[in-house]
């Protein structure tokens, strides 16, 4: 199984939190870079937070930057996105990859719902 598995996704209304998880196998998760993504309809995939090599090197999006932290669980090959303080225009699909280097993602999941209501 090289796919990440996400979960954690639902709905909540602005102000609230959701933490994300991605489940991954060692193999995809020693490829160096882990990864969250979203995409709302009509829209393209936009990144939003990731880590590398061992969590010391981390991206966030402006749009994310504050509220969203990305963190690692390497003995269980899994990365969270904690999400605070949403707001409805975080609504959107969220996608965990992972890949050797920031921006060559060679994996990714299925996708979580994320729905932030006003």
């Known amino acids: 199984q090289v796919q990440p598995v996400e979960s954690g996704g639902g709905s909540v209304q602005a102000g609230g939190s959701l933490r994300l998880s991605c489940a991954a196998s060692?193999?995809?998760?020693?490829?160096?870079?882990m990864g969250w993504f979203r995409q709302a309809p009509g829209t393209e995939r936009e990144g939003v937070a990731a880590?590398?090599?061992?969590?010391?090197?981390?991206y966030y999006a402006d749009s994310v930057k504050g509220r969203f932290t990305i963190s690692q669980d390497s003995a269980n090959y899994t990365v969270y996105l904690r999400m605070n303080s949403l707001k409805p225009e975080d609504t959107a699909m969220y996608y965990c990859?992972?890949?050797?280097?920031?921006?060559?993602?060679?994996?990714w999941g299925h996708g979580t719902q994320v729905t932030v209501s006003s």
């Open positions: 880590l590398c090599t061992g969590g010391s090197n981390t």
């Open positions: 060692a193999y995809t998760y020693k490829t160096n870079c």
């Open positions: 990859a992972a890949g050797p280097s920031y921006g060559f993602w060679l994996y």
